[in-house]
């Protein structure tokens, strides 16, 4: 059936997913110019010894197949570029960020209401291995002050462990599952939180940190990827290494305790984002290379 249509570019994203392979041979098959948009900055990182070096062997056999044969490649962020380059460096490769447009959304009264009197922290991502959301708990679970709430936004395979811990833990009035939410509900319980944090171990370019800057939002988030492309270490943001939970605890504490740094932080990151992340820009790049 796709052969009905006189396709001019197949364009698959990120290496680590068997349909960029599909998007690379179908490509090749039928003699169309192949673009590949690359999101990730690291390898990918699993709950076990074994499984990661089994993603770091498809990375270096299938990824660096798909860097080197693609016509054109892109990467959203200069980190993107960067491991890029250690899989394959027989290339340039060029740096298009992404646009960020948030259509409208109402807030959410409801939860705004039911925490009105506490700061409310808010994760939102996949619930799988590699993003952090064990070390959000355990680093909440420090904090010495009781006026927050933790709002984890997302659904994955390891969902349930993280309940379990939620539970050992004795947070399950502190931490709340909300599960999958659609993109406009989710913006709006952006838009009423406090404090947005991303603990993830490997990032492209983060598209919850991006909302979050674009929302005025105070943000904590590890120091990986394209994330420090997007925030500027205590001027738009926070920023921490992965898995020092110790760490994270002290400055999701120092934010809670502080409102006007939520403020100025978060002011700073609206004011970062507006002008760098654009589809106006980023569509006229993508044109200029497809033309």
Not at 33 to 62: C, P, R, T
Not at 130 to 143: F, S, Y
Request: aromatic share 8%; with cysteine; hydrophobic share 40%.
């Amino acid at each position: 059936k796709l052969n009905l249509f006189n396709y001019s570019w197949v364009i698959s994203s990120t290496r680590f997913f068997m349909t960029s392979v599909t998007a690379g041979i179908y490509a090749k098959k039928n003699k169309i110019k192949w673009l590949h948009i690359e999101h990730g900055s690291d390898f990918v990182k699993l709950n076990s010894k074994l499984k990661s070096l089994l993603a770091k062997m498809f990375d270096y056999s299938f990824g660096r197949w798909i860097l080197r044969e693609a016509d054109e490649v892109v990467t959203v962020s200069v980190a993107a570029a960067k491991f890029s380059k250690r899989l394959f460096s027989g290339r340039d490769y060029k740096v298009i960020y992404r646009g960020l447009e948030l259509n409208k959304f109402k807030d959410n009264q409801k939860i705004k209401n039911k925490y009105k009197n506490k700061v409310i922290i808010l994760y939102s991502g996949r619930l799988i291995d590699g993003k952090g959301v064990n070390d959000l708990i355990n680093a909440v679970d420090k904090v010495s002050s009781n006026n927050w709430i933790l709002l984890i936004a997302g659904d994955g395979s390891r969902k349930n462990d993280l309940k379990n811990q939620v539970l050992k833990l004795k947070l399950k009035n502190k931490v709340i599952f909300l599960g999958q939410i659609e993109r406009e509900k989710l913006l709006g319980i952006l838009n009423i939180s406090d404090i947005v944090v991303n603990p993830s171990y490997t990032e492209g370019l983060p598209t919850s940190v991006l909302e979050a800057a674009k929302c005025g939002k105070a943000i904590v988030a590890t120091n990986v990827g394209g994330t420090r492309e997007i925030i500027e270490n205590n001027i738009s943001g926070i920023l921490v290494r992965p898995k020092d939970i110790s760490i994270l605890s002290q400055k999701i504490e120092t934010l809670i305790m502080d409102s006007n740094l939520r403020k100025q932080l978060g002011q700073s990151a609206k004011e970062t984002v507006k002008n760098k992340f654009n589809w106006e820009t980023s569509i006229k790049d993508y044109l200029n290379i497809l033309k």
